[in-house]
């Protein structure tokens, strides 16, 4: 009974022990390369979001071109300094361009996130509190690693497969011959 129950017990310590040292390996390179990807995406949508007011912008500039003849008034005074004939231009510094009247208004919203900002954190945190978490990301260490907790993920297969062994019972004397 007390040897099934060390074999049981080493197995499942071999298992939490083997991954112990797989989960890390397998899930902080995941990790880090979707913070990467994350921040990556960030910078994208930014760059989106401006060039898609740019695009009203320039739109509402284009509309004013061909709608507004005092648009295209003021331009010619501001980016070419023409005036009107019998008006004299009085130079002004730092003069806005024409296009400063056109506001940014209509940029689309940014799309919900698939992570809550609270898991984001925690894990965050966690890799703050515990530096030697870098090491299963290091690439020289990590196959080691990975080959440790394989290997012993292996042995507690072999000690599951592995028959436990009962003692001998106590051979029963010889029956004696009966005397008659």
Known sequence: MIRRFAAAASFWLLVA???ALLAPCVLLPAWVEHRAARAAHGEAQQRVLSLAAENVRLARVIDHHRNDP???ERHARREFGLTPPGVEAIPSPAQPTAYAD???SDA?????TII???MEARVEALLQRFP???TFLDPHKRPLILAAGTALALIALVLLGRPVRRAAPAPSPAPRAARS
């Open 132 to 134: 030697q978490a870098q």
């Open 102 to 104: 056109i506001e940014n």
């Open 17 to 19: 022990a083997s991954a």
């Open 108 to 112: 689309p919203p940014p799309p919900p």
């Open 70 to 72: 005092a648009f295209i």
């Open 116 to 118: 809550s900002a609270e």
